[in-house]
């Protein structure tokens, strides 16, 4: 299959010169499918739309809408670059149907991708549903090996169909949507990164199923109803090795100068260290989070740097992703190289000795005037976990308080 990159001017062109057929795209709602296996396949559902002579895609998980503004086209090729993120769709279209494969090429992934015009659910509900999941649940996934790690569910669901997602002591797992069918547990999320699907069996009390990460990755998990679990705070999972008591780096920025906390630009002042990812949709949460409390509160005198782990697999790739983020966020703040090549966790603890470990992007060290580290936050709950991001805003703008408060006040 060929794909082509090119602007819709060039397009124009092209057809004007040459008189070849351009093929439209059929506006208006559309569902879409990624083959995650053999038997599974996760479904979602999307809006076509066509502005100023551009398509523009709203891509639907749950409560949670995704614009997609980068969509190019030749004849019968396609392809849809996803906000933010490095992956794509690429493939052939005709005005009702798309095919072709969501590419992430760092990762050297490639999922197999189709979709139809057309209204319909997202998934296809056989039976009425045997039992009504609302509630907390206790979740362990990749139950049975030496990975294994806590989950806890929160859902809703109304007339068989559920939202809701997992939160995990590294984030959540993005605004989840689907369906109880019978005893059949239905769950997908495409967030322009990650291709989430769940399956389970289902009592009123158990789930036993199986979490599908695009075709490269499956786990088994199981549940049991627990109104009153709790994952660990996670304020206490990453903190200071002993013999440590400063966190400091020095990694590159863009132009190539190495920044690091010994700068004047941080000296006397707060600072938030964000260790994140360009390929992570926690992180995107958490940086349009940190933009947006930053650009409301003017009157706080902390800065903020973020160092970015990337699994591109040049040093130009991974500065191009910087680069997008920061235009598509409006992070105005330095956004560091800290690795490229690979986002593994024991490679970037090589990167931060004087942490226990980092357990997840993103993570926070929270550093006082003083440069003394008062918290470091481990993982990011965002908007899809509900009362447990207000919570977060909560005590997010109370330790900043803390944190920038005159010193005679403290």
């Known amino acids: 299959m060929k794909h082509f990159w090119v602007g819709v001017g060039a397009i124009l062109v092209s057809m004007i010169s040459c008189g070849e057929e351009q093929n439209n795209l059929t506006v208006g709602p559309w569902w879409g499918k990624m083959q995650v296996s053999s038997e599974y396949e996760l479904p979602f559902t999307f809006d076509l739309m066509e502005m100023e002579g551009q398509y523009v895609m709203d891509i639907h998980n749950a409560d949670e809408v995704i614009r997609v503004d980068e969509i190019t086209w030749s004849g019968d090729s396609l392809r849809i670059q996803m906000p933010v993120?490095?992956?794509?769709?690429?493939?052939?279209?005709?005005?009702?149907?798309?095919?072709?494969?969501?590419?992430?090429?760092?990762?050297?992934?490639?999922?197999?991708?189709?979709?139809?015009?057309?209204?319909?659910?997202?998934?296809?509900?056989?039976?009425?549903?045997?039992?009504?999941?609302?509630?907390?649940?206790?979740?362990?996934?990749?139950?049975?090996?030496?990975?294994?790690?806590?989950?806890?569910?929160?859902?809703?669901?109304?007339?068989?169909?559920?939202?809701?997602?997992?939160?995990?002591?590294?984030?959540?797992?993005?605004?989840?949507?689907g369906v109880v069918d019978g005893d059949s547990l239905k769950l997908s999320a495409f967030d322009g990164a990650h291709v989430f699907l769940f399956v389970a069996k289902v009592t009123d009390s158990t789930l036993d199923g199986r979490f599908f990460s695009g075709n490269h990755s499956v786990e088994d998990f199981m549940g049991v109803r627990n109104e009153?679990?709790?994952?660990?705070?996670?304020?206490?999972?990453?903190?200071?090795?002993?013999?440590?008591?400063?966190?400091?780096?020095?990694?590159?920025?863009?132009?190539?100068?190495?920044?690091?906390?010994?700068?004047?630009?941080?000296?006397?002042?707060?600072?938030?260290?964000?260790?994140?990812?360009?390929?992570?949709?926690?992180?995107?949460d958490e940086t349009r989070f940190y933009v947006e409390f930053?650009?409301?509160?003017?009157?706080?005198?902390?800065?903020?740097?973020?160092?970015?782990?990337?699994?591109?697999?040049?040093?130009?790739?991974?500065?191009?992703?910087?680069?997008?983020?920061?235009?598509?966020?409006?992070?105005?703040?330095?956004?560091?190289?800290a690795q490229y090549g690979t986002s593994n966790k024991q490679k970037a603890n090589e990167k931060l000795p004087m942490l226990n470990h980092i357990l997840s992007y993103p993570t926070t060290i929270y550093i006082d005037r003083y440069g003394e580290v008062q918290k470091i936050h481990t993982g990011f709950n965002g908007p899809a976990t509900g009362e447990k991001y207000e919570e977060f805003k909560q005590q997010f703008a109370e330790s900043m308080q803390q944190l920038t408060a005159p010193a005679d006040v403290k």
Request: net charge negative; with cysteine; charged share 30%.
């Open 85 to 177: 993120f490095e992956g794509y769709i690429a493939g052939t279209f005709t005005p009702d149907e798309i095919k072709g494969s969501f590419i992430k090429e760092s990762l050297d992934r490639v999922v197999p991708f189709h979709a139809i015009q057309g209204e319909r659910d997202r998934f296809e509900k056989r039976t009425e549903p045997n039992v009504n999941i609302s509630g907390i649940w206790e979740t362990y996934f990749a139950i049975n090996t030496t990975e294994e790690y806590p989950a806890k569910g929160i859902f809703t669901q109304n007339n068989g169909k559920v939202k809701g997602t997992f939160r995990t002591n590294t984030g959540d797992y993005r605004f989840l949507e």
């Open 294 to 337: 930053l650009k409301n509160n003017p009157e706080m005198d902390v800065e903020l740097v973020a160092l970015a782990f990337e699994y591109a697999k040049t040093e130009k790739k991974a500065f191009e992703g910087i680069r997008r983020l920061k235009e598509r966020v409006g992070a105005n703040y330095p956004i560091l190289l």
């Open 228 to 284: 009153a679990f709790e994952l660990p705070d996670a304020n206490s999972l990453t903190f200071l090795r002993e013999g440590y008591d400063k966190f400091d780096f020095s990694f590159p920025d863009e132009t190539g100068r190495l920044v690091s906390l010994s700068d004047s630009r941080f000296k006397n002042k707060p600072v938030l260290v964000q260790i994140m990812g360009t390929w992570c949709p926690n992180c995107l």
